[in-house]
């Protein structure tokens, strides 16, 4: 027996022991959302994860709602409109705060980001509805923010159960104040995560704002960068790459994007898809109603960003292609500085992953650049699709899972031993608590951009920072009894 058979059986026993405290009909049901990687299986079977379903009653699972998916992630980010969180103040995480989509432009004047807008749902709204209070909000939204070019209305939990007309709102509030009035149907409890509200989100773009505009001036370089919410300035470091490269960004969807790029977008050559689960739907409708092909690319890493921009380049023409290979040669011995500095430190160390649309899979490249081992990655949200591209970047043996509870992450992280742990700020302190160096990769823990070749050296500084730290050996181990 080899050694990655061996490992293969020791991490299906691990899974098969953490199952084991769950009663008898809650173990069937979490145990299809596990699976060893076995690329030899694969090539002759599909993927046989179960996703995208309700989470079993009573277990803690990371998992958010459809209103943390349209207004957390797909709306929330376009900066010259104001978002309104429709509902009780009670959804805090995001009608009070946002995943630092850095945008351009003046706080309050012509960018609304990083300014929270709620409804304030009282036991009278329940009551009596909300219709009206909604009306005089946007009126008071349009007089003291005169530059907003549009508003959407999120709308909270309690807006679905009492009936709200909320389009009748909109199509009134359009006509009187003479700017897009928008609204958004995504109440917490449809759908099974925060997944649904990215289709939501992404229909009623498609419904209201798609088309609308038109370019000044087209041309044969015009690309979008779609799914990429500029946090920490990702998109910028994105947008760096593919101008040096000779193409020219129309617009970006949404981090840092506006009202109007949303509008051209139809006039792109080229679409260009980061996190697939929140703007595939999109990215697929514009193909189909446009014609505008579209590709998925990773800018995580210097290995995944050559790769992509080689194969963005690929899809025009000699000229573009030959400004790639510059910007390749530009950057890499830079890249290289990187890796030597940091790889020496962080090489061999056991990476654990649990992430939202992307980063599960997104980011294993650039922990390998580092010489970093990922010992087991998932989702909180994934679908199908998520899994079958997922398991093709990973080592055999690997442990992938689906919408973990609280006690599987724990559970797996003391026996792998894990070195360092990526994933929300629900989770973050604790494994603090349990002695485990933590990076916040949904946001990055205030730091980024993580994207592109800039992005990669800081990257590669905050995983060691977290990994290096002196901080852990003021601590006692607590999986050595």
Not at 247 to 268: F, K, M, P, Y
Not at 305 to 330: G, H, P, Y
Not at 338 to 353: D, E, N, Q, R, S
Request: net charge negative.
């Amino acid at each position: 027996m080899n050694t990655t058979e061996k490992t293969r059986i020791e991490n299906q026993k691990l899974v098969d022991e953490l199952l084991e405290v769950y009663p008898a009909r809650t173990k069937k049901f979490r145990k299809k959302h596990f699976e060893i990687v076995d690329q030899e299986a694969l090539e002759s079977s599909k993927c046989s994860m179960k996703s995208n379903i309700k989470s079993r009653p009573g277990v803690m699972t990371t998992r958010g709602c459809a209103y943390a998916g349209s207004k957390g992630v797909v709306w929330g980010p376009i900066k010259d409109m104001i978002h309104i969180s429709h509902g009780p103040v009670g959804c805090g995480q995001y009608s009070w705060g946002t995943r630092r989509n850095y945008a351009n432009g003046v706080l309050g004047v012509n960018n609304f980001t990083a300014m929270q807008i709620t409804s304030d749902f009282q036991e009278k709204d329940i009551v009596f509805g909300g219709d009206k209070k909604l009306e005089q909000l946007c009126r008071e939204v349009k007089e003291l923010f005169p530059l907003a070019k549009g508003i959407s209305i999120q709308s909270e939990c309690p807006v679905g159960l009492i009936g709200d007309d909320i389009e009748a709102v909109g199509k009134k509030m359009t006509k009187e104040l003479e700017i897009p009035v928008i609204p958004i149907r995504c109440e917490g409890f449809r759908g099974v995560s925060q997944s649904l509200g990215h289709h939501i989100a992404n229909d009623a773009i498609r419904d209201h704002v798609m088309g609308t505009r038109e370019l000044a001036e087209a041309g044969p370089y015009d690309v979008a960068i779609i799914g990429d919410y500029n946090i920490g300035g990702d998109a910028w470091a994105s947008r760096i790459l593919l101008e040096e490269i000779g193409l020219r960004v129309i617009a970006q969807w949404s981090g840092d994007g506006s009202i109007n790029e949303l509008g051209i977008t139809h006039q792109s050559k080229l679409n260009l898809v980061h996190c697939y689960r929140s703007m595939n739907y999109m990215a697929t409708e514009m193909e189909e109603k446009y014609g505008i092909p579209w590709m998925e690319y990773n800018f995580f890493g210097p290995t995944k960003t050559i790769e992509s921009l080689r194969a963005i380049a690929a899809r025009f023409d000699e000229s573009i292609q030959e400004k790639c290979e510059q910007v390749i040669a530009k950057y890499k011995p830079e890249m290289d500085k990187v890796i030597a500095k940091y790889k020496p430190k962080l090489a061999g160390k056991k990476v654990m992953l649990l992430v939202g649309g992307l980063r599960a899979r997104h980011t294993i490249g650039a922990y390998e650049d580092l010489g970093m081992e990922i010992v087991s990655t998932g989702y909180e949200f994934a679908h199908k699709d998520d899994y079958e591209k997922t398991l093709k970047e990973l080592k055999e043996s690997t442990i992938l899972y689906d919408d973990p509870a609280a006690f599987d992450l724990e559970y797996l992280a003391e026996k792998l031993q894990v070195d360092l742990m990526g994933a929300g700020v629900k989770e973050k302190y604790v494994y603090h608590k349990m002695g485990i160096p933590f990076r916040q990769m949904h946001s990055w823990d205030y730091s980024g951009p993580y994207h592109g070749f800039d992005g990669f050296a800081v990257f590669a500084r905050d995983m060691d920072a977290a990994v290096n730290s002196p901080v852990w050996n003021l601590l006692k181990n607590p999986f050595i009894h």
